[in-house]
């Protein structure tokens, strides 16, 4: 089992105190494509927003690789974060100034647990991967939107995190590249053996996915 929680309750206080997470308990396991999906305001964002450790705001428990995350510091959990968890979201989020390999590298660069040409070397092999390796050296902003998302996949993927999460990953694609996409994800997890978690409302994804959450108002359906 790659993540746990246990009774996690969520509120917002602005404009006034509203419940927005309602006793979730749920259990993600390893190779594992899991789609959480629900109507606009269910709850599905935030959700992934705490099973990210981005929001350590929240009532009851979360376990990641048998860890309680809130037990670390903030130092230990940017560290762990950066180590276990890699990210995708419905905008790339590519910095423009740098090319597809620089983008790429960067969260290894940031981890520091390999030196540059070897961060290097792991890029390539998987810009080859997701079959955009004469992208390399192209500016991130002169990609289409479907070839920048491979490459957020692939920054994602370079520190061979454990756990994906990623927040309507194909929300500003259109459908031909939303498939692609979607089929990277569930190559990922079937060849990676990683855990992938998706935030979606595209009814193609969550019918395709090894596992379905569905969220209404805050709560999971059973």
């Given at each position: 089992m790659i993540l746990e929680t246990k009774h996690i309750n969520k509120h917002f206080y602005e404009p006034e105190k509203h419940q927005v997470l309602n006793e979730i308990s749920l259990q993600i396991a390893s190779g594992e494509l899991t789609s959480v999906y629900g109507e606009s305001g269910s709850g599905k964002s935030t959700l992934l927003y705490i099973l990210s450790t981005l929001d350590s705001d929240f009532e009851g428990k979360l376990y990641i690789h048998d860890r309680d995350?809130?037990?670390?510091?903030?130092?230990?959990?940017?560290?762990?974060?950066?180590?276990?968890?890699?990210?995708?979201?419905?905008?790339?989020?590519?910095?423009?100034?740098?090319?597809?390999?620089?983008?790429?590298?960067?969260?290894?660069?940031?981890?520091?647990?390999?030196?540059?040409?070897?961060?290097?070397?792991?890029?390539?092999?998987?810009?080859?991967?997701?079959?955009?390796?004469?992208?390399?050296?192209?500016?991130?902003?002169?990609?289409?939107?479907?070839?920048?998302?491979?490459?957020?996949?692939?920054?994602?993927?370079?520190?061979?995190?454990?756990?994906?999460?990623?927040?309507e990953p194909t929300g500003d694609l259109d459908q031909k590249n939303s498939d692609v996409i979607f089929a990277l994800l569930k190559e990922i997890t079937a060849n990676k053996r990683k855990s992938v978690v998706i935030a979606t409302h595209d009814p193609k994804i969550y019918q395709n996915s090894d596992r379905v959450i569905e969220m209404i108002d805050g709560s999971i359906r059973l």
């Open positions: 995350i809130k037990e670390l510091s903030a130092a230990e959990l940017t560290n762990f974060r950066n180590r276990h968890i890699g990210f995708v979201y419905q905008f790339h989020y590519l910095l423009p100034e740098f090319n597809v390999l620089q983008n790429i590298m960067l969260p290894a660069m940031k981890l520091g647990k390999k030196d540059k040409e070897e961060i290097k070397h792991d890029a390539l092999i998987l810009l080859e991967e997701l079959g955009i390796q004469d992208f390399a050296k192209r500016p991130s902003y002169k990609l289409s939107g479907g070839q920048q998302q491979r490459v957020a996949i692939a920054r994602a993927l370079i520190n061979d995190p454990a756990l994906i999460v990623a927040d």
